[in-house]
């Protein structure tokens, strides 16, 4: 079946970096359009950046120039790097692949100030 395991979140203090992983496995992992999206209680979940088959990337406008999305397809993985963390940027970071969508299970990212 699909997987979608995202790793690499916790604590960190504002201005510092994280890096998320995500592994993917059950889909054809280079033809997906992968994502990472966040989400925060009461709020709806928001695209942070997403990468395309060939490697394009965009970013949502308040993290474009800090975080840098990436993936490798000889590992299935897709990587969201975190540069210059803020405390709005605290927040449930989920993995995405489309289409069909596939949803990790989440992590938790808390930038404390």
């Known amino acids: 079946q699909v997987q979608l395991v995202e790793s690499g979140g916790g604590l960190v203090q504002a201005g510092g970096s994280l890096t998320l992983s995500c592994a993917a496995s059950?889909?054809?992992?280079?033809?997906?359009?992968m994502g990472w999206y966040r989400q925060t209680p009461g709020k709806q979940r928001e695209l942070v950046a997403r990468i395309s088959t060939a490697g394009t990337p965009t970013y949502s406008d308040s993290v474009k120039g800090r975080f840098t999305i990436s993936r490798d397809n000889a590992k299935n993985t897709v990587y969201l790097q975190m540069n210059s963390l803020k405390p709005e940027d605290t927040a449930v970071y989920y993995c995405?692949?489309?289409?069909?969508?596939?949803w990790g299970q989440g992590t938790q990212v808390t930038v404390s100030s």
């Open positions: 059950g889909i054809i992992f280079r033809i997906m359009i």
């Open positions: 995405k692949a489309a289409s069909p969508d596939f």
